[in-house]
């Protein structure tokens, strides 16, 4: 096994243990929700899905860099030409409000640029995965009695043929803004027949990489692991994230991490 790959196996495994756990969190009524310094919501699955997935990846070798973990500053940042870059629940607002749509998101970044991606869903088992080298692809998972071998076999290669030709747009379902309201509204204009569909989290992104969506326009305050892994299970599979203020494809372990508007298409 190549080393991507057992980096990529140590990721999917480390996604996959971590929803075992937020998945007991999310069936039962003690989320223990406590407010963060931004104002976000913060729950036990956050904590524990944190843990779980740094137990994982720590035995890479390969510092972390996690929305749950201590504040790491740019100047020791700066020396990582490799991270891991982690969200252990991305959407812990739908999380909490129990739609399912919150995500998984572990991504790997060498010299600022994703060449590796793990998306796992909890609720609906949707496992997707990528490296610069494989491409990406798409599986669904039963966490009672997944196997890595057959994850890799029976995955689907995306995008996966569309039924469906509406240009669709998916937008953010807790943080729409004027500003893609303004977009869509643009794409409807150009593409007569446009469909609008609102999804959390990085689910958004995932929807482009299968090919279920056209863009996504996002006008509206991410960071960088909001965005990181879902980047490359999309470049990936031959779309862009493109930086509205570059013009350029995102880069990683920036010294802020606040992400730029970007459309992802």
Known sequence: MSYTMKLLSTAIIAALEAGKVILEIYKSDDFEVETKGDNSPLTKADKSSHNILVSYLEKTGIPILSEEGKEIPFEVRRCWNKLWILDPIDGTKEFIKRNGEFTVNIALVEDQKTVLGVI?????????????????????????????????????????????????????????????????????????????????????????????????????????????A?????????????DIVTKKNMLYNRENLLNNWFIVK
């Not at 893609?180 to 593409?191: G, I, N, R, S, W």
């Not at 959390?200 to 960088?224: D, H, I, Q």
């Not at 879902?230 to 493109?242: D, S």
């Open 230 to 242: 879902g980047q490359a299970i999309c470049e990936h599979a031959g779309f862009e994230v493109i």
């Open 120 to 228: 796992f869903v909890p609720v609906s088992g949707d496992l997707y995965f990528s490296s610069k080298e494989l491409g990406s692809f798409k599986v669904n998972i039963d966490l009672n009695s997944y196997n890595l071998e057959h994850i890799l076999v029976d995955a689907n290669k995306l995008p996966l043929q569309r039924k469906d030709n509406t240009f669709t747009i998916v937008a953010s379902r807790s943080h729409m803004s004027l500003e893609t309201e303004a977009y869509v509204v643009k794409m409807k204009e150009k593409h007569g027949d446009a469909n609008l569909i609102s999804k959390g989290s990085s689910l958004k992104l995932c929807m482009v990489a299968e090919g279920t969506a056209n863009c996504y326009p996002r006008f509206a305050p991410t960071m960088e692991w909001d965005t990181a």
